[in-house]
């Protein structure tokens, strides 16, 4: 009876971890996940890294060009030591520092728009790659986690949602009709599956990748600072808001230092949301995990001019967010959007219902004439009455 029981719970662990195991496969290969969320992740990094572009055209020169204290000379020496390369550093022409320049607002506009986003993928992380390893001590660090994604985002399918790719995608299938079937025989029916699971699955792995990384960044950020004495005191904020560095707004800067106790708050709930943050990723407590992880970057962003920093932090945070979000956020915008222009309409209909006539016109004349009859009668009746009683 004994030994029953054990083959009967034996065979019940290894049904639940088959049930398991084939959950997780089917998971992996046979439908992307998060498509809404990488073309977020597309969007948003091409669009912070053309930003970050444009807002140092003027200085150009002297970070990545030929002109930079970090000379090409000195960039060589640090491809030796590390294996990067960069190709701004193939030549020391002014007019071919400018004509890379000008390729890699071509490539971030490109990518950010999802045009033949399996190439300009690709093209963006030579360009994001070349203008880091060019000249690494130069940034502030905050284009870090952008060369990171901008080397995972290649694995996903990025462009099927929200890009030019997209849209030319549906107008091909519109233009072909629902009745149009794939021709071809059954050798090419397999190859278009095979590569179709191919595609999903390395999708699949990109995803899980970046949502790791972005686990690994916070967990172990948080972790740094728990072993920081100023940290666990509460005054790593004040000692923050006091450096010169980090301090574009000088005036706001001293009038958050002067709220001691929300400095203090505010640094223990940086290091509880990241050591959580990990672990917070199922179900709806992530939902507010993500907003104050939003208040935090953005008041990093404004307090301490790292927006560089702040945007690529709040773009990966993305990742987390499920399809559903995205598909339902823009049904509640265009219903709102609706349910306003039905009550303009209604208060223009009522408006033009009870409005008054105007003062000028033939309905006004005809009031008017009205108006001054009526006064008259009522000025001449006591004369019309005296009259009639004494027979006059």
Same mark, same amino acid.
């Given at each position: 009876?004994?030994?029953?029981?054990?083959? $009967?719970?034996?065979?019940?662990?290894?049904?639940?971890?088959?049930?398991?195991?084939?959950?997780?496969?089917?998971?992996? $290969?046979?439908?992307?996940?998060?498509?809404?969320?990488?073309?977020?992740?597309?969007?948003?990094?091409?669009?912070?890294?053309? /930003?970050?572009? %444009?807002?140092?055209?003027?200085?150009?020169?002297? /970070?990545?060009?030929?002109?930079?204290?970090?000379?090409?000379?000195?960039?060589?020496? %640090?491809?030796?030591?590390?294996?990067?390369?960069?190709?701004?550093?193939?030549?020391?022409?002014?007019?071919?520092?400018? !004509?890379?320049?000008?390729?890699?607002?071509?490539?971030?506009?490109?990518?950010?728009?999802?045009?033949? $986003?399996?190439?300009?993928?690709?093209?963006?992380?030579?360009?994001?790659?070349?203008?880091?390893?060019?000249?690494?001590?130069?940034?502030?660090?905050?284009?870090? !986690?952008?060369?990171?994604?901008?080397?995972?985002?290649?694995?996903?399918?990025?462009?099927?949602?929200?890009?030019?790719?997209?849209?030319?995608?549906?107008?091909?299938?519109? &233009?072909?009709?629902?009745?149009?079937?794939?021709?071809?025989?059954?050798?090419?029916?397999?190859?278009?599956?095979?590569?179709?699971?191919?595609?999903?699955?390395?999708?699949?792995?990109?995803?899980?990748?970046?949502?790791?990384?972005?686990?690994? !960044?916070?967990?172990?950020?948080?972790?740094?600072?728990?072993?920081?004495?100023? @940290?666990?005191?509460?005054?790593?904020?004040?000692?923050?808001?006091?450096?010169?560095?980090?301090?574009? @707004?000088?005036?706001?800067?001293?009038?958050?230092?002067?709220?001691?106790?929300?400095?203090?708050?505010?640094?223990?709930?940086?290091?509880?949301?990241?050591?959580?943050?990990?672990?917070?990723?199922?179900? &709806?407590?992530?939902?507010?995990? %993500? /907003?104050?992880?939003?208040?935090?970057?953005?008041?990093?962003?404004?307090?301490?001019?790292?927006?560089?920093?702040?945007?690529?932090?709040?773009?990966?945070?993305?990742?987390? !967010?499920?399809?559903?979000?995205?598909?339902?956020?823009?049904?509640?915008?265009?219903?709102?959007?609706?349910? $306003?222009?039905?009550? &303009?309409?209604?208060?223009?209909?009522?408006?033009?219902?009870?409005?008054?006539?105007?003062?000028?016109?033939?309905?006004?004349?005809?009031?008017?004439?009205?108006?001054?009859?009526?006064?008259?009668?009522?000025?001449?009746?006591?004369?019309?009455?005296?009259?009639?009683?004494?027979?006059?």
């Amino acid at each position: 009876m004994e030994n029953e029981a054990q083959r $009967t719970a034996s065979a019940g662990v290894e049904q639940w971890v088959h049930d398991r195991i084939t959950a997780a496969w089917n998971l992996l $290969t046979r439908r992307p996940v998060s498509l809404y969320a990488a073309s977020v992740l597309r969007i948003g990094y091409g669009l912070l890294y053309l /930003i970050f572009l %444009l807002r140092e055209f003027p200085h150009r020169d002297e /970070i990545w060009g030929p002109a930079s204290p970090w000379t090409p000379a000195l960039a060589h020496q %640090l491809f030796e030591q590390t294996g990067w390369n960069s190709v701004l550093a193939l030549s020391d022409s002014r007019v071919y520092f400018d !004509l890379c320049y000008a390729l890699a607002l071509v490539a971030s506009a490109l990518f950010m728009l999802g045009w033949r $986003t399996r190439v300009t993928s690709v093209l963006f992380a030579v360009v994001v790659t070349s203008f880091h390893a060019r000249a690494i001590f130069m940034t502030d660090g905050g284009d870090n !986690l952008v060369l990171l994604m901008a080397l995972y985002l290649p694995l996903t399918a990025c462009g099927r949602r929200w890009s030019l790719d997209a849209r030319g995608h549906r107008l091909k299938a519109a &233009r072909a009709g629902d009745a149009a079937e794939r021709a071809g025989g059954l050798l090419a029916r397999e190859f278009r599956d095979a590569r179709t699971s191919l595609t999903t699955v390395v999708h699949n792995c990109g995803m899980f990748l970046i949502a790791a990384q972005v686990c690994f !960044l916070y967990g172990s950020a948080g972790l740094y600072k728990v072993q920081g004495a100023s @940290w666990g005191s509460g005054t790593a904020l004040h000692y923050v808001l006091n450096l010169e560095l980090f301090r574009p @707004w000088p005036a706001l800067s001293h009038f958050v230092d002067e709220h001691t106790l929300v400095v203090a708050v505010a640094g223990y709930m940086t290091v509880l949301l990241q050591v959580a943050f990990p672990f917070v990723l199922f179900g &709806r407590l992530k939902y507010p995990v %993500l /907003i104050m992880l939003l208040g935090m970057h953005t008041g990093i962003a404004v307090l301490m001019g790292l927006p560089l920093f702040s945007g690529a932090m709040i773009v990966a945070d993305a990742v987390f !967010l499920p399809d559903r979000f995205y598909t339902l956020v823009p049904r509640l915008c265009r219903r709102a959007a609706q349910r $306003t222009d039905r009550r &303009r309409t209604a208060t223009g209909r009522a408006a033009r219902l009870g409005a008054v006539p105007a003062q000028s016109g033939p309905g006004s004349a005809l009031g008017s004439i009205r108006r001054v009859a009526f006064s008259a009668e009522r000025k001449d009746s006591p004369a019309k009455r005296h009259d009639q009683g004494t027979g006059h």
